[in-house]
């Protein structure tokens, strides 16, 4: 049984992320490791952990030790062909991939890249956590790579701080990959929720930037113009190598992100191959600025 001076930290990259290795996560862990395992999550905000033997009841039994599982958002009926894949059967599990068995998804989010998001940045209450676990990968690509928004809140002008301090956006989203959505039409049929641009973290009492390129359409009360000059601005900066950890994957790994603070996309990948990741989640809180 893994003690918490079992686990070996080797950080991912400068910007942030940690590959934690000296534990199985099959086991059950003591709460102590839990905890430190917590300590490091809010210190590296993505945790890697390779070689993991997961089924899918003991990923979900190892996410369900930070908190209450996250139910698989269902897409409105206009929506439901983009997201409801046939071997999605539990309701905590969602199928990150390309594969199709006899014409149909059996998962979601298919091919090629995606760009950076936030897992249901589009709910009144993001998921707190996502964990992946990697079943299938393509030969080359499909890598994910994370943000790290506390640097980017800090690397802001403080003129550009104090220009969005108290501000709200709006987060919507239509199961689109690398598209964003038209918002001059009727949205009240698409999810979408306004959450403060900037969030302190709840735990680690840090501002940090909560907007993506996705999603993130528009902020509220501003000329449409400087909205979009200023969220752009704000979607390069986060993208930018300084902010990014890039994570190959490798079959087994299991990566967890803090989902308030890591804002993530996908780089390109071969469509003819398969990619298969299993993905839960750890529900949300609202977001205060
Ligand atoms: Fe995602």
């Given at each position: 049984m893994a003690t918490t001076t079992d686990l070996k930290v080797t950080p991912a990259s400068d910007a942030l992320g940690?590959?934690?290795?000296?534990?199985?996560?099959?086991?059950?862990?003591?709460?102590a490791v839990i905890d430190e395992i917590r300590r490091l999550?809010?210190?590296?905000?993505?945790?890697?952990?390779?070689?993991?033997?997961?089924?899918?009841?003991?990923?979900?039994?190892?996410?369900?030790?930070?908190?209450?599982?996250?139910?698989?958002?269902?897409?409105?009926?206009?929506?439901?062909?983009?997201t409801e894949g046939i071997y999605q059967t539990n309701e905590n599990i969602l199928l990150v991939t390309n594969i199709k068995v006899d014409g149909e998804p059996i998962g979601a989010f298919g091919d090629a890249d995606m760009w950076f998001h936030i897992d249901s940045g589009y709910a009144e209450k993001p998921y707190k956590?996502?964990?992946?676990?990697?079943?299938?990968?393509?030969?080359?690509?499909?890598?994910?790579?994370?943000?790290n928004t506390y640097k980017v809140y800090d690397a802001l002008p403080d003129e550009l701080k104090a220009k969005l301090a108290g501000r709200k956006a709006l987060h919507i989203h239509e199961y689109l990959r690398t598209e964003k959505v038209d918002v001059t039409k009727d949205i009240s049929n698409s999810p979408h929720y306004?959450?403060?641009?900037?969030?302190?973290?709840?735990?680690?009492?840090?501002?940090?930037?909560?907007?993506?390129?996705?999603?993130?359409?528009?902020i509220e009360g501003m000329d449409p113009?400087?909205?979009?000059?200023?969220?752009?601005?704000?979607?390069?900066?986060?993208?930018?190598?300084?902010?990014?950890?890039?994570?190959?994957?490798?079959?087994?790994?299991?990566?967890?992100?803090?989902?308030?603070?890591?804002?993530?996309g996908r780089t390109w990948f071969p469509k003819e191959e398969n990619r298969?990741?299993?993905?839960?989640?750890?529900?949300?809180?609202p977001l205060h600025e």
């Open positions: 940690a590959e934690i290795s000296g534990i199985d996560l099959r086991e059950d862990l003591p709460e999550w809010q210190e590296h905000i993505v945790l890697v952990f390779r070689d993991q033997e997961l089924s899918m009841e003991q990923q979900l039994a190892f996410a369900g030790r930070f908190g209450e599982l996250g139910e698989r958002k269902r897409a409105p009926d206009a929506l439901r062909e983009r956590y996502t964990i992946l676990y990697g079943l299938e990968l393509p030969s080359k690509g499909g890598n994910t790579l994370f943000a306004y959450h403060p641009v900037f969030i302190t973290h709840p735990e680690t009492g840090k501002k940090a930037v909560f907007v993506d390129r996705l999603m993130t359409r528009l113009d400087e909205s979009e000059r200023t969220l752009n601005q704000l979607f390069d900066l986060m993208e930018s190598p300084e902010f990014v950890y890039e994570h190959v994957w490798r079959l087994k790994d299991l990566v967890m992100w803090d989902n308030r603070v890591a804002v993530h298969l990741l299993r993905r839960c989640t750890v529900e949300g809180e």
